[in-house]
């Protein structure tokens, strides 16, 4: 009766566990995607394709054939910065999947050379 219970317990918390991380959000996993069309600085275009996890937290930005991460230690409520591993930077005000296409961008070479500036949505 005894191992009963004790699988019985064990069984309850299990399920327990599973439906608890069942609600939680991966950070990582995109889940919605949405593009913005600039006008920048110079008569330049620039097309951002953005994707955000289910939180509507930026996750990466697609542009100019570059994948660009979210960069978590960079950004905070009032900006938000994405980079690659070859050092291309994209900054951004404060930007979330539902204000997207209020917030200017910056796009940076790795050099610090800046690729595109004062871009604003169209």
Known sequence: MKAVN????????AGLISAA??????ANKVTKRA???YSCQNNKHLVIHYGFNA?????TANVEGRTLRYDRAASDRTSAFFKDRAGYRLGAGDLNGRNHKK????????NNRILFKGCTAD
């Open 103 to 110: 917030s200017g961008v910056m796009l940076t070479a790795p």
């Open 35 to 37: 593009s913005v069309s």
């Open 6 to 13: 004790i699988l019985t317990a064990v069984a309850l918390s």
């Open 21 to 26: 991380s069942a609600g939680s959000i991966d």
């Open 55 to 59: 939180a509507w937290v930026p996750v």
